[in-house]
């Protein structure tokens, strides 16, 4: 029988995410509970939703937050808008644009991979090569910023190309969204996932999402049933922007708490305000790492400020330092994933986490280290 009471250690994030909460994020989840069909918790709900809109800068009526991580808001989005024998388009730069690529085809889409190296972006000639040979797809889907390598992926000229082709452009937004400009109605986005759990800085679990006009109106001329019953957004959308407030499923009641104490603070701050922030706290890690000897593997124009990907000086083994940065110094940063895992290290300087003074503590452990 476990009799111990909980206890973990009081860890500096500096990984892939999550990232450091602010103690009134987690002040908020710690706020007693009140029903999800209680007025108040509803009004907390329409501040959420506004919240997240002037976040995602839209004006977008179905924006809401799904019950779920970043994955359930990449499947919202795939389940709802591909119906069987549609094609698509993924760019593949990625893990994340695979995971996407992975739930297109379980919808049953016929998908067209534009396969990238990774680290490298999805180029507007490539998109054009993709269209030569997929002329009406369905949709366009891209990772905005791809955590497992650190590229930033250019969004503007693209979104153009899959609009005048007629099809809808989906992007992930789940490290990119408050971290740097992410605009969902300049740009023409119609369909955007994220995760709380970046540079947001509240606790991993929700996805907030929205959608356009355009994309609700494929979801409108929809011929088959949406084949997840949880993510439908004909069923959830009455839950969270319907005027009834139908029961749908019990919303995580603390979560949102945090949610909007979160957002609060994003918008306290200022959007503008963030997105300088993180790259300004960029460029001085980025100073550091190279002092040290590390080298980035990301084309400079197209590297993230908030996930920094870096290949650590000869003749160091990865692992054993990202343990002893973890158990010595509580420090966590992350390993590579797919053909980086044991190469890079990903270190994420994401919304609470992106302060010099994290830069120095990381930068102080690794030079302690060397002696
Ligand atoms: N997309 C990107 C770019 C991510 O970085 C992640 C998680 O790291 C996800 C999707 C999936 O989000 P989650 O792990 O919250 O399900």
Redesign the pocket.
């Known amino acids: 029988m476990i009799t111990k009471e909980l206890h973990t250690s009081n860890r500096i994030l500096m990984g ?2 999550p990232s450091d909460a602010h103690p009134k994020v987690l002040q908020a989840m710690a706020t007693p509970l009140i029903g999800h069909l209680d007025p108040e918790f509803v009004e907390i709900m329409d501040e959420v939703k506004e919240m997240v809109q002037q976040t995602f800068i839209t004006k977008n009526n179905l924006t809401f937050v799904v019950s779920a ?4 808001g ?1 499947e919202t989005c795939l389940v709802n808008l591909i119906e069987p024998g549609d094609e698509v388009i993924i760019g593949v730069n990625g893990v ?1 644009g695979g ?1 996407m690529s992975e739930i297109a085809e379980r919808c049953g889409a016929k998908v067209h991979r534009i396969e990238k190296q990774w680290g490298t972006v999805v180029t507007t000639a490539d998109v054009k090569a993709a269209l030569e040979k997929c002329p009406k797809p369905k949709l366009l889907a891209l ?1 905005h ?4 390598t650190g590229a930033l992926q250019p969004l503007q000229e693209i979104s153009d190309l899959i609009h005048n082709a007629g099809g809808l452009l989906m992007v ?1 937004a ?2 990119s969204y408050c971290g740097v400009e992410l605009q969902v109605d300049e740009w023409n986005i119609d369909a955007i996932y994220t ?1 709380t ?2 540079c947001l800085s509240a606790p ?1 679990g929700l ?1 907030p999402v929205s959608f356009s006009e355009r994309a609700i109106k494929v979801l409108d001329e929809r011929k088959t049933k949406v084949q997840s019953w949880f993510l439908d957004l004909t069923l959830v959308k009455n839950y969270w922007a319907g005027s009834k407030r139908a029961y749908h499923h019990t919303a995580p009641v603390s979560s949102i708490f945090a949610l909007r104490e979160s957002l609060r603070l994003v918008l306290e701050e200022g959007l503008e305000n963030r997105w300088k922030r993180h790259q300004e706290v960029h460029q001085v890690l980025k100073t550091k790492l190279e002092n040290l000897g590390f080298k980035y593997l990301v084309e400079e124009q197209y590297r993230l400020p908030n996930l920094n990907s870096v290949y650590l000086p000869e003749g160091n083994d990865e692992a054993l330092i990202r343990r002893k940065l973890l158990d010595e110094y509580n420090i966590e940063v992350g390993g590579g994933l797919g053909d980086f895992a044991g190469k890079i290290w990903r270190i994420g300087i994401m919304g609470e986490s992106c302060t010099l003074n994290h830069v120095n503590m990381l930068i102080s452990a690794l030079e302690d280290m060397k002696e």
Request: hydrophobic share 25%.
């Open positions: 892939p995410g991580p970043g994955s359930a990449m994340f995971r990772v910023a791809e955590t497992s992930d789940v490290t995760g759990q970046k991993p996805s």
